[in-house]
């Protein structure tokens, strides 16, 4: 953006959704263009209740061929295990290549001191498999995940020929309380735009206010979808108009919005010269 233009963010108040732990770069970045960032978290996260089987995956991670991360909370998630049970998470000299979802899980990855293989350039599960197509093949697959992961992962890698070793990482959970006063803002316009990171982002929210509110929130502020399994849920939600982030890094979320309060105020204008 050139220097002296006008920043579409300034003012805004953009609620986020996930944990401020997770969004300190993001709330960063916003404030930087002038927005103001609003944390209502929407999920937590918690412990499998039963370690066994990732504990088993993580001690015979050397017959696997392929780890497939979807999400950075996994890398988190499976470096906190691997720390807990004493060993480290790939060995030395391991045939195991790392296939991640979108970039934002990559980064997560590198970060942990992973070599990641494959990055998916659609930013979903099922089509980080179709990318990896014929490589899965007769390959072992490790898939750690959430409880309330996405169902379609799975059998897609199976149609390509894998075999699928899928446990469950970490839980994902509604939180046990949420800024009610922050809500009723949300509720009565408050805000101008709000962004929702994943499917149980969108479904926790949809409990709280019921999907009516949800729907009828579209006419008040910008309903932000970050990736398009996010914008998918929304839709099944019943939103109609929903302003998509490409995939879930920061960048990708600004220019969303960036691009969409320019709009609205060159609308805004246009309207002024007719009138």
Same mark, same amino acid.
Request: charge should be positive; aromatic fraction near 6%.
């Given at each position: ?61 050397? $017959? ?8 950075? =909370? ?13 060993? %480290? ?6 045939? *195991? ?34 990318? *990896?197509?014929? $490589? #899965?093949? %007769? ?23 894998? =075999? ?18 922050? *809500? ?49 849920? *929304? ?21 969303? #919005?960036?691009?969409?309060?320019? %709009? ?12």
């Amino acid at each position: 953006m050139a220097e002296g233009s006008p920043k579409p963010l300034a003012g805004k108040r953009i609620v986020i959704t996930r944990s401020a732990a997770q969004s300190e770069v993001l709330a960063r970045e916003l404030s930087a263009r002038g927005a103001i960032p609003v944390m209502v978290p929407l999920v937590a996260f918690a412990d499998p209740e039963d370690f066994a089987p990732l504990d088993a995956a993580i001690a015979e991670i050397q $017959r696997f061929d392929w780890m497939i991360l979807t999400s950075a =909370q996994v890398v988190r998630a499976l470096v906190k295990r691997s720390g807990q049970l004493k060993r %480290g998470l790939i060995p030395a000299g391991s045939k *195991l290549q790392i296939a991640c979802v979108g970039p934002v899980t990559a980064e997560a990855a590198r970060r942990a001191g992973l070599s990641v293989a494959y990055v998916a350039e659609t930013h979903t599960g099922a089509g980080l498999a179709e990318e *990896l197509g014929n $490589r #899965l093949q %007769g390959a072992k697959v490790f898939l750690p995940r959430s409880d309330r992961a996405n169902p379609d992962l799975p059998p897609a890698l199976k149609r390509h020929g894998a =075999q699928v070793t899928e446990v469950i990482a970490y839980r994902t959970l509604r939180p046990t309380a949420v800024d009610q006063r922050n *809500l009723r803002q949300i509720a009565e316009g408050g805000a101008d735009a709000i962004l929702f990171f994943s499917p149980s982002a969108v479904q926790y929210f949809s409990e709280l206010f019921g999907s009516e509110q949800l729907r009828a929130l579209q006419d008040k502020l910008a309903i932000t979808a970050v990736g398009p399994v996010t914008a998918n849920a *929304l839709s099944q939600a019943g939103v109609s108009r929903v302003v998509l982030a490409e995939d879930t890094t920061g960048a990708a979320v600004i220019e969303g #919005l960036e691009e969409y309060f320019a %709009g609205t105020v060159k609308q805004a204008q246009a309207g002024a010269k007719r009138v």
